[in-house]
């Protein structure tokens, strides 16, 4: 039977609701100290000997009694006798018997008969490591509830512990569930999806402290569910099971815990994440995460990771905040409280972030996101160029190289990401696909370090520069040449109906499917019509749109569009066939201030490396045969 959402709570109420209702009870266990990094102690510890045992030399020199040397100067240097009034000794040797001070080998002058001068005195217990300077036996080396660090081991083997009890690490099974899922080294068929979520959810569980079991996939079964969900409550403190948690007709998971159990929360206010079932059965926690990739691990962040750490009597992880500068508007919806991921590049001395795709399945919008926008449930959203704070994944110092590209997108552009990265570690170029238009805009308001456009204007017959001059006049800017590259028709293997020339994409009411506006590929594709004499509206799909040549060609993967436009590698990259239209040219709009810097230096060097140009024109489909060059400036 179908199950519509209990509740829309908080999150935060949702978080103090769930930890009430639920108990992990704690064990220990006896580890080596050597195998303790990173686990939390279950007791204080106290040091069983002192270190040094003994007191030791701190320099190397000789060995004296302090009294006797009172008195000493360059005008009554003292003579000392060996074994008897001083003693050769090295860094951490124990002091003789009877000897208070150490003076440093540079102060003293040995004599032709092994007498030793010395010019002045030494005080007591001078150069000396008195026993205990570093650990007393008796004194507290680590608190309960500590997680061990490097120095700690070494503190805690100073100080005679070999052994120590250590609070168990919480145990975890992960249920994936649903029909599809497959394991990730299985063939895919259409449907079927591979189980990558239960390793990324057991990875967080890991880094978190608490060990995890990835169990067998479960089909979407009622009685399967429930009766691996009862199995795994034997063996484990805290059983996730991914998705299945909505209100779908498949969705068991909340019939599941609440047959074995007690729901507590169904649906929280927030997006993604909100499929999210928190529930026990006998006291044990049993949370139901979404299936979308993005939801669930927001989600495990949410609430698996703050029980992990109540359990471990660790303060919850804050992450970094820092104010940044919107490059786009970003809208929200009253109600809900909205987590935006994040890209964050330095441009112009100021921190600017753009969002990634907003898609609770888009896994790779967390892999490319610098940091996360916290929207509040009474906020609609905020609005370009205003500043807001967000978390941080990465440091704010490591952001302070993040290099900004807007504008059209290209697979040259991954490739310049890739060695740039090569060339100097601390640089990111990350993109966002806004189109040309798009990119052009962004470089203007300093919201980009460079932009990828290929404008052709039918007017002047030239790419590019009759856009700039006419969108950002006034600004001092640079155009250079990346690439000549070919544009044409994605087609399925085979070319089966058998495209020539645009007037088939009407007459066979193929399906095609567009860039979005302001893309350079999208006004080509108008441009093309209009010198065929085709209106949009005879183009069905015309309205689809995607903002990346590699989507366009999934698409016609997919089988859910017959045909698009755009560049020879990304229908390589699928299989698919590419009819060649026209070469346009490639460039990259670079403000000035980019220009004069460090890094585009570097970037130029890349772009006229012959190796990369070489592993460009491999793709398919490239000319760098002007790659580097200023075509126009201001």
């Known amino acids: 039977m179908r199950k519509v959402y209990l509740s829309n709570t908080p999150r935060q109420g949702a978080l103090i609701k769930f930890l009430d209702g639920v108990k992990i009870t704690r064990r220990t266990e006896t580890a080596a100290v050597p195998d303790t990094l990173g686990r939390v102690t279950a007791e204080a510890v106290f040091a069983r000997l002192s270190?040094?045992?003994?007191?030791?030399?701190?320099?190397?020199?000789?060995?004296?009694?302090?009294?006797?040397?009172?008195?000493?100067?360059?005008?009554?240097?003292?003579?000392?006798?060996?074994?008897?009034?001083?003693?050769?000794?090295?860094?951490?040797?124990?002091?003789?018997?009877?000897?208070?001070?150490?003076?440093?080998?540079?102060?003293?002058?040995f004599l032709a008969d092994k007498q030793a001068e010395i010019l002045a005195p030494a005080t007591p217990w001078q150069y000396v490591r008195a026993v205990g300077e570093d650990v007393v036996a008796g004194e507290l080396i680590v608190p309960a509830r500590h997680c061990l660090r490097p120095p700690d081991l070494g503190a805690l083997l100073a100080g005679g512990i070999t052994e120590i009890k250590l609070l168990a690490k919480p145990q975890v099974a992960v249920i994936p569930s649903g029909s599809e899922i497959v394991d990730p080294g299985e063939k895919r068929n259409k449907g079927s999806i591979p189980d990558f979520n239960s390793t990324v959810i057991a990875s967080f569980l890991q880094q978190w402290g608490a060990e995890a079991a990835i169990l067998p996939p479960v089909p979407d079964d009622p009685d399967q569910i429930r009766e691996t969900l009862s199995s795994a409550l034997e063996d484990f403190d805290l059983v996730i099971i991914n998705a299945g948690s909505s209100a779908g007709e498949k969705d068991y998971t909340f019939s599941a815990i609440e047959d074995l159990g007690e729901v507590?929360?169904?649906?929280?206010?927030?997006?993604?994440?909100?499929?999210?079932?928190?529930?026990?059965?006998?006291?044990?926690?049993?949370?139901?995460?979404?299936?979308?990739?993005?939801?669930?691990?927001?989600?495990l962040e949410w609430f698996v990771q703050p029980l992990i750490y109540q359990y471990l009597g660790l303060p919850l992880p804050q992450r970094e905040k820092m104010p940044v500068t919107l490059g786009r508007r970003v809208v929200s919806e009253v109600g809900v409280e909205e987590f935006v991921r994040m890209t964050v590049g330095f441009v112009n001395e100021r921190y600017i972030a753009n969002p990634l795709t907003r898609g609770a399945g888009v896994t790779m919008s967390?892999?490319?996101?610098?940091?996360?926008?916290?929207?509040?449930?009474?906020?609609?959203?905020?609005?370009?160029?205003?500043?807001?704070?967000?978390?941080?994944?990465?440091?704010?110092?490591?952001?302070?190289?993040?290099?900004?590209?807007?504008?059209s997108h290209d697979l040259i552009i991954d490739l310049l990401a890739?060695?740039?990265?090569?060339?100097?570690?601390?640089?990111?170029?990350?993109?966002?696909?806004?189109?040309?238009?798009?990119?052009?805009?962004?470089?203007?308001?300093?919201?980009?370090?460079?932009?990828?456009?290929?404008?052709?204007?039918?007017?002047?017959?030239?790419?590019?520069w009759p856009y700039i001059k006419k969108l950002l006049p006034g600004h001092k800017?640079?155009?250079?040449?990346?690439?000549?590259?070919?544009?044409?028709?994605?087609?399925?293997?085979?070319?089966?109906?058998?495209?020539?020339?645009?007037?088939?994409?009407?007459?066979?009411?193929?399906?095609?499917?567009?860039?979005q506006k302001g893309a350079g590929t999208r006004l080509l594709f108008d441009h093309l019509l209009r010198e065929a004499n085709l209106s949009s509206d005879q183009i069905y799909g015309y309205k689809r749109e995607e903002h990346t040549h590699l989507n366009i060609a999934a698409a016609v993967a997919a089988g859910t569009a017959r045909?698009?436009?755009?560049?020879?590698?990304?229908?390589?990259?699928?299989?698919?066939?590419?009819i060649p239209l026209i070469e346009e040219r490639y460039d990259l709009l670079i403000s000035d201030a980019f220009y004069n810097s460090p890094e585009f230096k570097i970037l130029l060097d890349i772009i006229n490396d012959p190796q990369f140009q070489k592993q460009v024109e491999a793709m398919g489909g490239y000319s760098l045969r002007n790659a580097g060059r200023i075509i126009e400036k201001t």
């Open 264 to 299: 507590f929360i169904h649906g929280v206010a927030t997006r993604p994440g909100k499929p999210t079932i928190l529930g026990c059965v006998d006291h044990k926690p049993v949370v139901g995460l979404p299936g979308y990739p993005v939801s669930a691990y927001l989600s």
């Open 563 to 578: 045909i698009g436009l755009g560049i020879m590698p990304a229908a390589r990259a699928f299989g698919l066939d590419f």
């Open 51 to 109: 270190m040094p045992g003994y007191h030791a030399a701190a320099m190397d020199g000789i060995a004296v009694q302090s009294e006797k040397t009172f008195g000493t100067s360059d005008q009554n240097p003292l003579i000392l006798k060996p074994e008897v009034e001083y003693h050769i000794i090295n860094t951490g040797e124990p002091l003789p018997s009877g000897f208070d001070a150490v003076i440093k080998v540079e102060d003293v002058q």
């Open 366 to 407: 967390l892999v490319r996101a610098d940091g996360l926008l916290v929207i509040p449930a009474n906020s609609l959203g905020y609005e370009q160029e205003e500043t807001v704070e967000i978390e941080l994944y990465r440091p704010q110092n490591e952001l302070r190289y993040n290099l900004l590209a807007a504008g």
């Open 477 to 515: 800017l640079h155009l250079l040449n990346l690439a000549y590259r070919m544009q044409g028709w994605i087609v399925p293997r085979g070319n089966p109906d058998g495209i020539e020339a645009i007037e088939q994409l009407a007459d066979l009411k193929l399906s095609f499917i567009n860039r």
């Open 418 to 464: 890739t060695a740039l990265k090569e060339r100097d570690p601390r640089l990111h170029l990350s993109s966002a696909h806004l189109g040309s238009m798009g990119g052009i805009a962004a470089v203007g308001r300093g919201q980009a370090h460079l932009a990828g456009v290929h404008l052709f204007d039918p007017e002047t017959e030239e790419y590019n």
